[in-house]
């Protein structure tokens, strides 16, 4: 049975338990744009956390500026984030000096982080709104949102796309829904994008800001094989 379509502020969907209680990994993919995809792991097993960050830690390793796209979503009441395992593996991955954390418009989620303990040295968790001054309507007055530098920077698509993510209360998906497992396939490409847009405006930002590589494209266009065969190319 499904809820109304229409979203009220105070109405919270109860027609569904909110996690089905299973231990789950599974690979998903998601075309961003053009032929870049993306694959995304969505995981509540802390093995496969574990082994994951592991991964990324070596990938790493051959990138140039180690930027790890970072954002955090908050249940229906905008409560706090809550912690309910064990994450030494993320606490530690946090904390590592070697790596970069960006995102955009930070500052709140900075402080949740710090309410569960969950710490990132200073200096190692960037604003792109800092990194890179564009005028437009996004969550600080005057500065532009993900969505308009993504779409000025890396592809039109991407223009108004927190406006497409739309809660549906028949289908389970949407804002109200991050709580909620499993998460909607809507849901889990949302974040996967919001992930890989975070960390290749980073790239680019960086980049033009130091002036490097004037013979590099401005902006990037390969897969995820095509990634993989440059890394190391900037070293």
Same mark, same amino acid.
Request: hydrophobic residues 35%; proline residues 4%; contains cysteine.
């Given at each position: 049975?499904?809820?109304?379509?229409?979203?009220?502020?105070?109405?919270?969907?109860?027609?569904?338990?909110?996690?089905?209680?299973?231990?789950?990994?599974?690979?998903?993919?998601?075309?961003?744009?053009?032929?870049?995809?993306?694959?995304?792991?969505?995981?509540?097993?802390?093995?496969?956390? &574990?082994?994951?960050?592991?991964?990324?830690?070596?990938? $790493? !390793?051959?990138?140039?500026?180690? /930027? +790890? %796209?970072? #954002?955090?979503?908050?249940?229906?009441?905008?409560?706090?984030?809550?912690? &309910?395992?064990?994450?030494?593996?993320?606490?530690?991955? $946090? !904390?590592?000096?070697?790596?970069? /954390? +960006? %995102?955009? #418009?930070?500052?709140?989620?900075?402080?949740?982080?710090?309410?569960?303990?969950?710490?990132?040295?200073?200096?190692?968790?960037?604003? $792109?709104?800092?990194?890179?001054?564009?005028?437009?309507?996004?969550?600080?007055?005057?500065?532009?949102?993900?969505?308009?530098?993504?779409?000025?920077?890396?592809?039109?698509?991407?223009?108004?796309?927190?406006?497409?993510?739309?809660?549906?209360?028949?289908?389970?998906?949407?804002?109200?829904?991050?709580?909620?497992?499993?998460?909607?396939?809507?849901?889990?490409?949302?974040?996967?994008?919001?992930?890989?847009?975070?960390?290749?405006?980073?790239?680019?930002?960086?980049?033009?800001?130091?002036?490097?590589?004037?013979?590099?494209?401005?902006?990037?266009?390969?897969?995820?094989?095509?990634?993989?065969?440059?890394?190391?190319?900037?070293?």
């Amino acid at each position: 049975m499904g809820g109304a379509a229409s979203s009220t502020d105070n109405f919270e969907p109860v027609f569904r338990e909110k996690d089905d209680g299973k231990r789950t990994t599974e690979v998903h993919q998601f075309r961003a744009h053009g032929n870049t995809t993306i694959q995304a792991v969505y995981t509540n097993e802390m093995s496969t956390v &574990e082994s994951i960050l592991d991964m990324y830690l070596e990938w $790493l !390793k051959e990138e140039r500026y180690r /930027f +790890v %796209g970072l #954002d955090l979503e908050y249940n229906f009441r905008k409560e706090k984030l809550r912690c &309910e395992d064990n994450i030494y593996p993320l606490r530690k991955f $946090l !904390k590592n000096k070697d790596v970069t /954390f +960006v %995102g955009v #418009d930070i500052r709140t989620d900075h402080k949740l982080l710090y309410k569960q303990w969950l710490y990132i040295p200073p200096g190692k968790h960037l604003d $792109l709104q800092d990194m890179l001054k564009i005028l437009g309507y996004g969550n600080r007055a005057g500065m532009a949102s993900m969505a308009t530098m993504a779409s000025e920077l890396i592809h039109p698509k991407y223009a108004g796309m927190k406006e497409k993510f739309v809660t549906d209360y028949d289908k389970f998906e949407g804002h109200n829904y991050w709580e909620w497992k499993p998460l909607s396939d809507m849901n889990l490409e949302y974040a996967s994008i919001d992930g890989y847009v975070t960390y290749e405006l980073a790239c680019i930002v960086t980049i033009v800001n130091q002036g490097l590589h004037p013979q590099r494209p401005l902006i990037p266009s390969w897969d995820n094989n095509e990634r993989k065969r440059r890394r190391g190319h900037d070293n």
